[in-house]
């Protein structure tokens, strides 16, 4: 399996980076995947030479190659402006558009304030929705101050064993046995198998509920 990050980060070394390998680390942990990390800095020319001419510069186009084919992908960006950076957006704005549709995506961000700790949910998630990915439940966002804090870590181990556990072959989903998930469990054996596709059949008793299908319930209703 093959998982691709995509760091935007400016400076180097950078926070943005810094996450992005952490990140890469805890997915890593569970799963046997080959990384590729590509840095957008280095292609920022690139990106716009693409815009004005419509074809990509071949460092850009094996970047492309790269996410379209990888089984998942990470991708984090620094806050400008209370949302992900221009340079982010351009190159997500230059892939394919079917290149995204289905994969695991765990999105991660870094800002220097703790108040713009939603970026992950009003500007990422509906990006990466647009493009049909699986924007993974977890996502990560680290201000200057979680560096070296307990919660940090936590999300960044919880968010790469989802990854993990999304880019498993869906039968090896299937096949794990269901667990009580805990704010410091690190595996990812850990995160229930939910399936993608098709109805829902049966229901984890740890879950806690049951799901009755519709058409019985409503032969239940009509039968009284």
């Given at each position: 399996?093959?998982l691709?990050?995509?760091s935007?980060?400016?400076?180097?070394?950078?926070?943005?980076?810094?996450?992005?390998?952490?990140?890469?680390?805890?997915?890593?942990?569970?799963?046997?995947?080959?990384?590729?990390?590509?840095?957008?800095?280095?292609?920022?020319?690139?990106?716009?030479?693409?815009?004005?001419?419509?074809?990509?510069?071949?460092?850009?186009?094996?970047?492309?190659?790269?996410?379209?084919?990888a089984d998942?992908?990470?991708?984090?960006?620094?806050v400008?402006?209370?949302?992900?950076?221009?340079?982010?957006?351009?190159?997500?704005?230059?892939?394919?558009?079917?290149?995204?549709?289905?994969?695991?995506?765990l999105?991660?961000?870094?800002?220097?304030?703790?108040?713009h700790?939603?970026?992950?949910?009003?500007?990422?998630?509906?990006?990466?929705?647009?493009?049909?990915?699986?924007?993974?439940?977890?996502?990560?966002?680290?201000a200057?101050?979680?560096?070296?804090?307990?919660?940090?870590?936590?999300r960044?181990?919880?968010?790469?064993?989802?990854l993990?556990r999304f880019?498993?072959?869906a039968?090896?989903?299937?096949?794990?046995?269901?667990?009580?998930?805990g704010?410091?469990v690190?595996?990812?054996?850990a995160?229930?198998?939910?399936?993608?596709?098709?109805?829902?059949?049966?229901?984890?008793?740890?879950?806690?509920?049951?799901?009755?299908?519709f058409?019985?319930?409503?032969?239940?209703?009509?039968?009284?």
């Amino acid at each position: 399996m093959k998982l691709v990050v995509v760091s935007a980060g400016l400076s180097s070394p950078s926070s943005t980076r810094l996450l992005a390998d952490r990140l890469t680390a805890a997915t890593l942990r569970h799963v046997d995947a080959e990384p590729q990390v590509i840095e957008l800095r280095d292609l920022a020319t690139e990106i716009a030479q693409h815009f004005v001419t419509g074809f990509p510069p071949a460092r850009l186009a094996a970047a492309l190659d790269a996410v379209a084919a990888a089984d998942g992908l990470i991708a984090v960006t620094p806050v400008f402006a209370a949302s992900y950076s221009g340079l982010f957006k351009s190159f997500f704005d230059v892939i394919d558009k079917d290149a995204l549709t289905g994969k695991p995506v765990l999105l991660g961000a870094t800002g220097g304030t703790a108040r713009h700790s939603l970026v992950t949910e009003h500007a990422l998630r509906p990006l990466f929705t647009h493009l049909r990915a699986l924007a993974l439940p977890t996502a990560v966002y680290a201000a200057s101050e979680d560096w070296g804090e307990d919660g940090l870590a936590r999300r960044i181990t919880r968010g790469g064993a989802e990854l993990a556990r999304f880019m498993a072959p869906a039968d090896a989903r299937g096949a794990a046995p269901a667990t009580v998930v805990g704010p410091d469990v690190d595996t990812a054996a850990a995160i229930a198998p939910r399936s993608l596709t098709g109805a829902i059949t049966s229901v984890d008793p740890a879950d806690g509920f049951e799901i009755v299908p519709f058409a019985q319930r409503l032969a239940a209703l009509r039968a009284e």
